[in-house]
């Protein structure tokens, strides 16, 4: 078996090699105490820490413009995304002020967005912030939350993916799967390949 273990330590190929780890997907909300203004931000960083209490942990690049207003209000929400909201995860991915604008959203604990249509929603008080290199760790205790049966959405090597039981558990358990990814995420297919198709013949 090879590998492609390297002498140096290269920044660019460390990254690649982490994105053989899939993960999900996540839109981490708050609401800053100290002016109300609305923040999210895309994560793929979200992890559970632990049962009892129930806390789970985040983190955000020191360079995020967002990171002030993080560190400064006391909840947050992880909103987890469902496969079908790949456009919500890019939205968040990108710098703006107007993020929520036109965005369908509840109000959650401290303020927070709790976004719709979500697979899974945490609400968190904020229990500690560790120095982390160039990010910031936050970890919060779980106050309340949602699930769904949505899919959730997945992002492995540099690109979105979709989380499907595998076909040797299927043949294990000696049971087929209904419903899941093909079910939830026919309409976002047929809605995205008509605007393809519309866009073709716009001048």
């Not at 290269?10 to 981490?28: E, I, K």
């Not at 999210?40 to 942990?57: E, K, Q, R």
């Not at 047929?190 to 013949?201: R, V």
Request: with cysteine.
């Amino acid at each position: 078996m090879s590998s492609n273990k390297t002498e140096t330590f290269d920044p660019r190929q460390f990254r690649n090699a982490l994105g053989n780890f899939a993960t999900g997907v996540t839109v981490v909300t708050a609401c800053n105490p100290q002016d109300g203004e609305l923040i999210g931000v895309t994560a793929n960083s979200f992890n559970s820490v632990s049962v009892d209490p129930p806390l789970v942990l985040w983190s955000l690049d020191r360079g995020a413009l967002s990171l002030q207003s993080f560190e400064a209000a006391d909840h947050f929400i992880v909103n987890v995304l469902a496969a079908d909201q790949v456009n919500l995860s890019q939205r968040f991915a990108r710098q703006s002020e107007e993020k929520f604008q036109g965005l369908e959203f509840g109000q959650g604990i401290g303020g927070a967005p709790l976004l719709s249509g979500c697979a899974a929603s945490f609400e968190c008080k904020k229990s500690f912030t560790y120095e982390g290199g160039d990010h910031l760790i936050f970890v919060g205790e779980v106050q309340q939350f949602t699930s769904t049966e949505r899919s959730s959405l997945v992002f492995h090597r540099g690109s979105y993916a979709v989380s499907e039981p595998h076909p040797v558990v299927e043949t294990a358990a000696g049971t087929y799967q209904k419903g899941g990814f093909v079910e939830d995420y026919l309409d976002y297919l047929l809605s995205q390949a008509a605007s393809s198709f519309q866009q073709q013949f716009q001048t």
